[in-house]
């Protein structure tokens, strides 16, 4: 269940206020000063996208822009296309540029060899560390909103929700640990598999 499907079921409070303090907190976060996430690296993050800005984007792409459904708009039940510049969309504080160009140059500036392993563990490094960056961020909204009830029922319930997603960080540190290790090394500790589709 999703943090909105649990503020719903809280008969007891505004909604649509407890939605807004959330979009708070996400803005204020997405704001926030980041450093590199490449090891050892001490520089201030950029964004970074989740897919290949020069691949899979620019397909999609029409005068340095993307559509996405507005999500202020999506709450309220309609789903109102919204014009997003590409250096915003699909995107989160992650690498700095050094690392950002250096590290995904093989998946960004030609065309993509998915028979070489490091290029497809290099899609997995973005994802991992996406999926680290959603967790901290349901993690800050789950202690908001779990610091804004006084039944003792829904606290219980934040703290199990936030619980969990702490084990998924553990689970996703050992993981980006391996994935490290294979990029130093040229190990290849995954199974990474690609599917074609025949036209």
Same mark, same amino acid.
């Given at each position: 269940?999703?943090?909105?499907?649990?503020?719903?079921?809280?008969?007891?409070?505004?909604?649509?206020?407890?939605?807004?303090?959330?979009?708070?907190?996400?803005?204020?976060?997405?704001?926030?000063?980041?450093?590199?996430?490449?090891?050892?690296?001490?520089?201030?993050?950029?964004?970074?996208?989740?897919?290949?800005?020069?691949?899979?984007?620019?397909?999609?792409?029409?005068?340095?822009?993307?559509?996405?459904?507005?999500? /202020?708009?999506?709450? @309220?039940? &309609?789903? *109102?296309?919204?014009?997003? +510049? %590409?250096?915003?969309?699909?995107?989160? !504080?992650?690498?700095?540029?050094?690392?950002?160009?250096?590290?995904?140059?093989?998946?960004?500036?030609?065309?993509?060899?998915?028979?070489?392993?490091?290029?497809?563990?290099?899609?997995?490094?973005?994802?991992?560390?996406?999926?680290?960056?959603?967790?901290?961020?349901?993690?800050?909204?789950?202690?908001?909103?779990?610091?804004?009830?006084?039944?003792?029922?829904? /606290?219980?319930?934040? @703290?199990? &929700?936030? *619980?969990?997603?702490?084990? +998924? %960080?553990?689970?996703?540190?050992?993981? !980006?640990?391996?994935?490290?290790?294979?990029?130093?090394?040229?190990?290849?500790?995954?199974?990474?598999?690609?599917?074609?589709?025949?036209?």
């Amino acid at each position: 269940m999703t943090l909105n499907s649990y503020i719903k079921m809280d008969k007891n409070k505004d909604v649509l206020s407890k939605l807004n303090v959330l979009e708070k907190i996400e803005k204020k976060l997405i704001k926030a000063k980041r450093i590199c996430c490449y090891p050892r690296c001490r520089e201030k993050a950029k964004n970074s996208h989740i897919l290949q800005k020069k691949g899979i984007l620019s397909v999609f792409m029409k005068d340095n822009h993307l559509w996405q459904i507005n999500r /202020k708009n999506f709450r @309220k039940g &309609l789903f *109102e296309p919204q014009k997003v +510049g %590409i250096n915003k969309i699909f995107s989160f !504080k992650c690498f700095c540029n050094e690392h950002d160009n250096k590290l995904f140059s093989k998946i960004e500036n030609v065309d993509i060899d998915f028979s070489d392993y490091q290029a497809r563990l290099l899609f997995l490094v973005r994802n991992v560390y996406y999926e680290l960056y959603k967790k901290e961020l349901a993690i800050s909204k789950f202690e908001a909103v779990k610091d804004t009830t006084n039944n003792l029922k829904k /606290k219980e319930i934040y @703290k199990l &929700l936030i *619980e969990e997603e702490q084990k +998924g %960080i553990k689970d996703l540190n050992v993981t !980006k640990q391996a994935m490290w290790k294979d990029i130093d090394t040229g190990n290849k500790s995954f199974v990474i598999e690609v599917r074609f589709m025949i036209k």
